[in-house]
């Protein structure tokens, strides 16, 4: 072989090696794009928000909105990515940047704290379902290719005073950009964030740094001694004179909207089996959050959500513990992404316990699986009970994943988890099969405990940990921050099913309940209510918050 075609077959096929800059270039580079094409949804949301009246203006203060942005990334990274780190987290920046984007534009969700709280804690089979081909190759183009030619790209450095004094020009130059462009439309950039807080969840990628340092700094703070709560608790002396003990199911349901629900008037039978079985339907309920990580926590802590503070819930006990203390014999199934830990100190079980072949397939169970074996676990168990199911209900995006395929009733449906690409009717259906299969689970808790008349008391309690936005106005699935939510992603379905040995025994009148289906309930109201309906005497019991005792007979 000659020496020039062994030259010539030596060389890489793209020499990226031959890129060269310097640091503060590589820095501003990096400032420009994260300014303008990884925030483009940032830019489109505000070209949509201005008044359109003012035509060129808009223009204008968007482009000095971008120049403060790019000044400001400019500046925080000239003053963090010095020499071998700079090349590392600028990557970094940008395949956090290319995800963050993309996630923000196709779903039009904002990244906050809860909502990468969703993301650190959704378990590898829930996050799988949300890549696609459409995600690889847009991770690839803005994430994969940009981060590997700025690895390959050579940086340059002269002496350090020289570069030390070019470093420290940028800086300078970037505060006076930054400022200048702040300064110039002052009166727009505060009412901007005045009036629409949720603009700062749009910033990539401080949206997602922030809440990433958010959910850290709480999760490490968590105390190691979780305090006690309501160590006082005993059955009181009505539970001893019951001719049989109390059984309550709790469902916690996962993303079901009350809207979807026929019992609350929505034109489709999404509800034929519930109905049948005569269950209690309040129509005016809400949740305490809009996302599994927040409102399960929350539900079953004594704080309402006015009050809720996630980091003083992860050290102090629950329901579940106060429930322990009385001496109620506790089981908690979960078929979702884990309790977050609601149940960390009292009997659990997850789908691999609980395992149905039938019902079970490449490591996801529909509900009815978590049903399995309850039988045979009530046969051993004597005394109050208090046995919970946590569902995959309507997880979404893949709703057409969340029922088995004879539950298929509304058609054709959306068969993707790019829910941007599908009918908005396609998505409705498939959700729709989601909610009907959930109304058959939920019957099936009911014959269960019809099965255990002659040696429980039965009833059972439903509510779903939040809902879901199907579309509407652009937004699909949940996690906005509570105050901007629509009212989909927090109007919930919560049932009521009492037995006539359990109505009879605990004096709540279920017709009582009929009349008062459309007063305000809450998540709030679980906390008391399930104390007074298992007749649990503590000193952390407020009647105020017990729905079901106006309906007791005194």
């Not at 005073?161 to 420290?168: C, I, S, V």
């Not at 930054?178 to 009166?187: C, D, E, I």
């Amino acid at each position: 072989m000659s020496e020039s075609r062994a030259l010539f077959l030596s060389r890489p096929l793209f020499p990226l090696t031959t890129l060269r800059t310097r640091p503060v270039w590589m820095t501003l580079i990096v400032a420009i794009l994260l300014g303008t094409v990884y925030n483009i949804p940032l830019w489109r949301y505000l070209l949509g928000l201005l008044p359109q009246e003012r035509g060129l203006q808009n223009g204008l203060f968007v482009a000095a909105f971008s120049v403060f942005l790019i000044a400001a990334f400019n500046l925080i990274l000239s003053l963090v990515t010095v020499r071998w780190i700079q090349k590392p987290v600028l990557a970094l920046l940008l395949l956090g940047a290319a995800s963050a984007a993309y996630f923000i534009q196709g779903y039009n969700v904002l990244l906050d704290a809860g909502m990468m709280q969703n993301l650190f804690e959704t378990d590898p089979r829930e996050a799988g379902e949300y890549l696609n081909l459409n995600f690889i190759l847009f991770m690839l183009l803005f994430g994969v290719l940009p981060a590997v030619l700025l690895l390959r790209t050579r940086l340059e450095r002269g002496p350090f005073g020289r570069e030390l004094r070019l470093r420290l020009l940028v800086i300078v130059l970037s505060l006076a950009a930054g400022g200048g462009a702040l300064m110039g439309y002052y009166q727009d950039f505060a009412s901007l964030f005045r009036n629409h807080r949720e603009v700062r969840y749009l910033i990539t990628p401080s949206n997602y740094i922030s809440g990433t340092y958010k959910y850290l700094r709480g999760n490490t703070m968590v105390a190691k001694n979780v305090a006690p709560l309501g160590t006082d608790a005993r059955l009181n002396a009505a539970a001893g004179k019951r001719g049989k003990p109390t059984l309550l199911v709790l469902v916690v349901g996962e993303t079901a909207r009350a809207g979807n629900f026929s019992l609350n008037g929505y034109g489709r039978d999404t509800n034929p089996e519930l109905a049948a079985r005569g269950v209690v339907s309040f129509t005016n309920a809400y949740s305490c959050g809009t996302a599994t990580a927040l409102s399960v926590p929350c539900m079953f802590s004594r704080m309402n959500r006015e009050q809720y503070d996630a980091d003083k819930a992860s050290s102090q006990e629950n329901l579940m513990d106060v429930l322990k203390h009385a001496g109620v014999n506790i089981l908690w199934r979960d078929n979702n992404s884990g309790c977050k830990g609601v149940c960390n100190r009292v009997p659990n079980e997850l789908p691999a316990q609980f395992s149905d072949p039938g019902l079970c397939k490449d490591g996801e169970c529909h509900d009815e699986a978590m049903l399995g074996g309850l039988e045979r676990y009530l046969e051993k168990t004597g005394g109050t009970t208090i046995i919970v199911l946590h569902q995959l209900g309507s997880h979404g995006p893949a709703y057409y994943k969340r029922y088995p395929a004879s539950f298929e009733q509304f058609r054709p449906v959306c068969r993707s988890s790019e829910l941007q690409t599908c009918r908005p009717e396609d998505i409705v259906n498939a959700y729709d099969n989601s909610i009907r299969y959930t109304d058959h689970f939920l019957a099936r808790v009911i014959d269960l405990l019809k099965s255990q008349q002659d040696r429980f008391n039965g009833g059972m309690l439903y509510l779903s940990d939040h809902g879901e936005s199907l579309g509407e106005n652009g937004v699909y699935l949940h996690g906005m921050p509570y105050w901007l939510a629509p009212d989909n992603q927090k109007h919930i379905p919560f049932i009521t099913w009492l037995s006539p040995g359990l109505q009879h025994e605990t004096g709540v009148s279920q017709d009582c309940l009929q009349a008062r289906r459309g007063e305000a309930i809450s998540q709030d109201n679980l906390f008391d209510s399930v104390l007074g309906l298992l007749d649990v005497d503590t000193s952390v019991y407020r009647s105020s918050q017990d729905f079901y005792l106006a309906c007791r007979k005194r």
